[in-house]
DNA sequence: TTGAAAGCGTTACCAA
DNA sequence: TTGGTAACGCTTTCAA
């Protein structure tokens, strides 16, 4: 690979020009800098971003800290990240938590090492020092943190719409399914789906998840209809429970909407493909991996931000899996 | 942060024989060992990566060129190579293209710029020549290319057996749907299937998918019913266009697998939570991620190649939307 | 067994 | 408007 002194021995000038042609400051004649060009041409030179990374202490990389890409909901949030810093120069790097402390401390130090020039935070463990010190930017993605940049979904009004949804459509014994403690924003949609219940004309009891994984909501879907064969309405964790509900809803025999509805949340892509289709609470994952690539990108550049914490909105997809307002049995 | 300076300093030693510690490499006594190492503790002291790829001109990053990160087979595959990788302290650069030649050429040159350690591509242009220079080693992840190292899976076999599945099944007027033309694992897959149908006691018809995305997949269901109202028996080109055919021929109050049989390809993990769950050929994704990223480590570390094209199994996965042996109408 | 110093490919300061 | 050179943090000769 060429080098910048291969470009000023072929251009004739030293790497102090070819430099400030390649970034484009500081004083150089017209002539010298089509000269340079040329040379770079000849020698399709690009510069080595290690170098670069080196003496700026910081690279065009940006660290990506997912819990699971393997959860349909987290690709959408990369995807919008990756398309966003893409434009600006910017790659990511990325590291899967598993939720493990462990793991994550160590995709952190790596990152560190490799002089990132920021980080996006999937994370459970916003207080960790690591997100405190101030190595690099840090935007915490689908989940918050007090007075830190963060870009995540209202889920007391995600939790709120499901509940209403469902008691609009006339469900009478509702199983709440209440997701993993440790993550915050499932307990929030939790917590927003109960104020509306318990304020509401319906009986109601709620089940816990262990986890967002198929495995577990598969034995959840199961346990659900064990336990409460009346049920006659899901609000679901996530998509892939509430995928797990009508599965063995429909395996049970029962009619959805008809004998029960199900609602679920997210809305991965999947969801509109299921039979009949989820009606769920769209958060738009991949315009908050955008915002979120944004602000940092704004951090990085160190403008002034007006908002560091943005909410994004929330949103009823209603497709097949609830009932119509006078659909009521 | 501390550098290399600062934890000599610290341990009234050169820079030379830390590095020497931190490397494990030449001679050092066993006492200023430890006192080196006290003194990196102290300071909390980690090598800063850029620093070490400069010399070294090659850094312990990976480059992943992937589709689309979206699409819920590519998932699995980063996980398995991730996992291996990490695990030898290499990290990941992700690189998403959409199948757009410029994109991957973007990515391919930024990887070179941050002078990777190799690349692993799930590339559509296998032959362009960035692919075969020798700046870095390259493994061709879900896909082939004569002579070059590569982890693919047994695409006519996979075909194949899922043609023999629907006959055995009993269908009698089958619809094959062939992926996208540029792609060739779908094309590997449908053709092992044509080979199939055209030598058995069936009739049959084609229908050709534009893409793997979810809207060409719902459209090509609906257009694939219109057509073909008599199919008894659909072989998708892969999870998602069978998740639509399924959908759709649920829509039509078709019974599955009574009227009708479905049968995927790539075993995604929703698959299990379609209804019926999906009867599918699988494809070991994560494993193929894993022996990519291990081939690719063996070439980094220059080790004998034993083998350079991986091939690995496809397995048919029998679920609820295909038929029993004797299960025939 | 240790240290000095060159070099990896850039950028930016200071002189010219 | 240009060039020389130190510096970024590390590894690896080469000498001592």
Do not use: W
């Amino acid at each position: 690979m060429a080098t910048i002194k291969d470009v000023a021995g072929a251009a004739g000038v030293s790497v102090a020009t070819v430099s400030r042609v390649l970034n484009d400051n500081g004083y150089v004649h017209e002539d010298t800098r089509t000269k340079v060009m040329l040379a770079m041409k000849k020698l399709n030179y690009y510069p080595n971003e290690v170098a670069r990374s080196l003496y700026k202490r910081e690279s065009r990389l940006i660290g990506l800290l997912l819990p699971d890409i393997t959860n349909p909901f987290f690709p959408q949030l990369a995807r919008g990240a990756e398309d966003e810093l893409q434009r600006e120069g910017y790659r990511l790097i990325i590291g899967n938590s598993d939720e493990e402390l462990e793991k994550e401390l160590d995709y952190l130090q790596t990152f560190k090492q490799n002089q990132v020039a920021g980080i996006l935070a999937a994370t459970n463990y916003p207080d960790l020092p690591e997100y405190s010190g101030s190595f690099y930017p840090v935007v915490f993605l689908d989940r918050t943190k007090e007075g830190a940049p963060s870009v995540f979904s209202d889920g007391r009004a995600g939790g709120k719409i499901a509940a209403e949804e469902m008691l609009r459509g006339g469900s009478k014994c509702i199983t709440l399914v209440k997701g993993p403690d440790h993550l915050p924003t499932a307990q929030e949609r939790f917590s927003g789906a109960l104020d509306v219940l318990q304020n509401a004309d319906a009986q109601f009891q709620v089940m816990s998840a262990a986890s967002f994984s198929l495995n577990d909501a598969a034995a959840l879907a199961e346990e659900l209809f064990a336990a409460y064969p009346e049920t006659d309405g899901v609000i679901a964790s996530n998509d892939i429970a509430a995928a797990a509900v009508l599965h063995e809803a429909l395996r049970l025999g029962k009619k959805v909407p008809q004998d029960i509805q199900i609602i679920g949340y997210d809305d991965i892509p999947q969801s509109r493909l299921l039979f009949p289709p989820l009606s769920t609470v769209r958060q738009p994952a991949y315009e908050m991996g955008k915002e979120a690539a944004n602000l940092l990108l704004h951090m990085i550049k160190k403008e002034p931000l007006t908002e560091t914490a943005i909410q994004m909105p929330v949103t009823f997809i209603k497709r097949q899996t609830t009932r119509k307002d006078d659909d009521h049995e």
